[in-house]
């Protein structure tokens, strides 16, 4: 993987390549500082800052941008000529299609140093030793760059899992509310009336028809008939 790392800013914008793999040694390919004159205008210092970003593009050829998070600051004028810049690395990127990922001055640190509140001494110390080089590079703003392009190669498949799994839960979340829900009772709907008791069914009695002859039965004998008793005799 080849990251061209972007430390974005209109008097010096520092740019570093760096090319390898998460575990794997690192190989620095350039490093270098986009510079304007301070007493040019903004829009003319912008241009010449798209000038520098796509000479390196072309010289390099990079995979992937990476490019400082600006955050807020004192300066209200110093943030602003920095976003800018950041804008127009992004847009340099965009323009061929490249992946552009955005790291914070925290996260940057954390990832070379592991602190990420070191100072700019302790982040050229690590980058010199990360890429093997004599000398810490400079101005500041060089290994700055050089340390947005590591900390890209060391985040990058990690951050490649967590968006895969974002847009996997957002897909599940959209076919969820694709699919029609049972309709529910509304709130102001009319209760439904207690159903009554069924009454117990009567009997049906079926009828002969005219003329019909029921169903045979064997006829009863007649009861014996009681012997009377004669006059004088003692009843039985």
């Not at 954390?110 to 100072?119: E, F, H, I, L, Q």
């Not at 000398?135 to 340390?147: I, M, S, T």
Request: aromatic share 2%; glycine share 8%; hydrophobic share 40%.
């Amino acid at each position: 993987m080849r990251v061209l790392g972007v430390d974005p800013g209109l008097t010096r914008c520092g740019v570093g390549v760096v090319d390898g793999l998460p575990g794997r040694p690192l190989t620095m390919l350039g490093v270098g500082v986009v510079r304007t004159p301070a007493e040019a205008p903004a829009p003319e210092r912008l241009v010449l800052v798209e000038q520098g970003i796509e000479q390196w593009l072309d010289t390099h050829r990079p995979d992937s941008v990476a490019v400082e998070r600006v955050f807020s600051q004192h300066n209200v004028r110093t943030v602003m000529g920095t976003a800018q810049a950041a804008a127009v690395a992004m847009l340099c990127a965009a323009r061929r299609g490249l992946p552009v990922a955005l790291h914070t001055p925290s996260e940057v640190k954390a990832a070379v140093t592991g602190s990420g509140r070191a100072g700019k001494d302790q982040v050229g110390a690590m980058v010199t030793r990360l890429l093997r080089l004599a000398a810490p590079p400079r101005p500041a703003d060089a290994a700055d760059a050089l340390a947005l392009a590591i900390c890209h190669i060391w985040r990058a498949p990690a951050t490649g899992r967590l968006q895969q799994a974002q847009a996997a839960q957002a897909q599940a979340r959209r076919g969820q509310a694709r699919t029609p829900r049972a309709a529910q009772p509304s709130q102001f709907s009319e209760p439904s009336q207690p159903s009554q008791p069924s009454q117990p069914s009567q009997p049906s009695v079926r009828r002969a028809a005219p003329g019909a002859r029921g169903p045979r039965t064997a006829p009863v004998p007649p009861a014996p008939a009681r012997p009377q008793n004669t006059p004088g005799e003692p009843p039985s």
